[in-house]
């Protein structure tokens, strides 16, 4: 958890701080611009953030000055977890399995499988999962697991249970876009045209090797990269996966991952995991 004082300051930090990274990193200026401006609303707030957060959750925030809904989730996460997923993967240090950790009902060998069946490694993320069944299929956590989560993360993220279990997920770019984006990603990070950052997980020389892409088709706003798992590196498909996170105009977050994939009809086709079926027309 932030250290109560000066905790506006402290969250400001953060926004700015990923604005500089995604500028450094190549990103579009709109992301940039929004989290420096979202930046200065927070450090110039008379009252507390969390006392904001805790009269009235996200929505609360959301009615700060240039902080939607994408932002206070973000915040959120701060002020909940002491940390923020997406500063941590600009930065190359995210260990999604100890902020699985901070969701009541989920330990660190849950917090594990979670990560390596789902390759999700933010709250947002994983609140999908609880939503649209996939997390139910992890092993130890069945449906009334995920439904605890569910209801978990809906009180941590502060946000009023609107969907039921089983209701379609929110919108998320067509199949076509994102293999469009992994095609990007895969054909800059073999030119070597792509900046790298250095990951923190299974790189102890601190070697900046992971290439990342930041690129925008119409509204959605992406970062790609490729998986850096344990999975990933035990099948040898640290090349092969590819993580694409997604955010539109009002930066709330989901990611998918693309492989190519080994057995049945579509294999040696580049699909989306969860998606299978509607990418036998591309690739």
């Not at 930090?13 to 420096?36: D, I, K, T």
């Not at 900046?195 to 992971?210: C, D, H, S, Y």
Request: aromatic fraction near 6%; charged fraction near 25%.
């Amino acid at each position: 958890m932030l250290q109560r004082a000066d905790e506006n300051q402290q969250v400001a930090a953060q926004l700015r701080e990923a604005a500089a990274l995604l500028q450094a990193q190549g990103a579009n200026p709109f992301r940039v611009g929004a989290y420096r401006k979202a930046a200065d609303t927070v450090a110039r707030l008379e009252r507390p953030v969390r006392s904001l957060f805790d009269a009235g959750g996200r929505a609360e925030l959301e009615a700060l000055p240039n902080v939607g809904a994408g932002i206070a989730g973000a915040i959120a996460e701060m002020l909940i977890t002491g940390g923020w997923s997406q500063l941590a993967r600009l930065r190359g240090t995210a260990e999604p399995e100890q902020l699985f950790c901070t969701v009541p009902g989920i330990g660190p060998g849950l917090a594990h499988s979670i990560h390596e069946a789902l390759h999700a490694d933010t709250l947002e993320a994983l609140e999908a999962a609880a939503h649209d069944g996939s997390l139910e299929g992890v092993p130890g956590v069945g449906p009334r697991r995920a439904a605890a989560i569910r209801a978990a993360l809906a009180s941590m993220l502060g946000r009023r249970i609107e969907r039921a279990a089983g209701a379609p997920p929110s919108e998320t770019p067509p199949a076509a876009m994102l293999l469009e984006v992994d095609r990007e990603y895969r054909e800059g990070a073999a030119a070597g045209t792509l900046r790298t950052i250095a990951p923190k997980r299974f790189n102890p020389e601190g070697t900046a090797w992971l290439p990342v892409l930041h690129t925008q088709r119409g509204r959605w706003h992406f970062t790609a990269l490729y998986s850096n798992t344990a999975r990933a590196h035990e099948l040898g498909r640290t090349r092969d996966w590819v993580v694409i996170y997604y955010y539109d105009d009002h930066h709330v977050e989901g990611q998918h991952t693309v492989v190519t994939e080994t057995r049945g009809p579509l294999a040696g086709k580049r699909v989306i995991r969860g998606r299978e079926d509607e990418c036998g027309s591309h690739g």
